[in-house]
């Protein structure tokens, strides 16, 4: 496989760093082209990877291309693909509200096209990535994006409609995640802990609760009960989280997002981004 990167940015650097790291694409079969110029440097320098003449020269170059532009450039970017994108590679995209039929009308007509929404914490190669195939991707261009994004954490496939929703809880679940860990931390310091201690161990017990529920593969209702004891400190505190309408906020800002997504991408849709012949 050579892949193309159009867009250095940060999510760029982490599928690079995954890639390289768990062996799925030799360093010089990635071909990166960024309008900054330091940036490929940098990303050059660090990881091997080639850098691209021009943007037409990487997409001519690769079989597959993942775009990774702000939204507002995706415009320009998609227009001066095209004409290099004749050989109809994968294009990927991971610009955000981008709908796929969008994306597939400026590109050459049968261009298989995959959209992916990854979260932040691929930036440490923990990610949640979910991914839509566009009309013209076929199973074996759905498997190439699955094992790009698996190299920087876990990937499913989902219908396209479904990506607001992911978007609302994997896309936006670090911020709550943060949000959480950040009010842990006050409420140890508010208990007298020092605040580097309480924040490695609200850091570490937020992490060792999400590993033991993803290697025992139990319900987390059924590992919240074996620390929650008759009568106990546990059973105490969850009582104040329920008072106070902990998952019903929850519930909500899942909610709150995905709409927001949802309107986002209609925004979008209506702009001038492509007219379709």
């Known amino acids: 496989m050579n892949i193309g990167f159009i867009g250095g940015g940060n999510m760029g650097e982490a599928i690079i760093r995954g890639l390289i790291q768990s ?38 170059t690769c079989d597959t291309v993942v775009v990774a532009v702000k939204p507002q450039n995706i415009q320009e970017v998609l227009e001066e693909m095209a004409p290099a994108a004749a050989h109809r590679p994968l294009v990927i995209s991971i610009v955000a509200g981008i709908p796929l039929l969008r994306l597939e009308a400026v590109l050459p007509s049968g261009t298989p096209v995959i959209r992916v929404m990854p979260n932040t914490p691929a930036l440490v190669l923990s990610g949640a990535s979910a991914l839509a195939r566009g009309q013209h991707a076929e199973d074996a261009h759905v498997e190439t994006a699955l094992k790009i994004f698996r190299a920087v954490g876990i990937a499913h496939e989902v219908p396209e409609k479904l990506l607001d929703a992911v978007t609302g809880l994997t896309g936006s679940g670090p911020a709550y995640v943060l949000c959480f860990l950040e009010a842990l931390i006050d409420a140890g310091v508010l208990m007298g802990l020092p605040r580097a201690i309480a924040s490695d161990l609200v850091i570490q017990t937020v992490l060792g609760t999400a590993l033991m529920a993803q290697k025992t593969a139990k319900h987390p209702a059924v590992l919240k009960d074996m620390v929650t004891s008759p009568g106990g400190t546990t059973i105490h505190g969850l009582e104040v989280l329920e008072s106070r309408g902990f998952r019903g906020a929850v519930l909500g800002a899942v909610r709150a997002a995905t709409e927001r997504s949802t309107a986002l991408g209609f925004s979008q849709s209506a702009s001038k981004l492509a007219t379709p012949a």
Do not use: E, P, W
């Open 23 to 60: 062996g799925v694409v030799a360093s010089n079969r990635i071909h990166v082209y960024d309008v900054v110029a330091q940036r490929m440097d940098f990303l050059a320098q660090t990881f091997a990877v080639l850098k691209a003449a021009s943007l037409s020269q990487c997409v001519r």
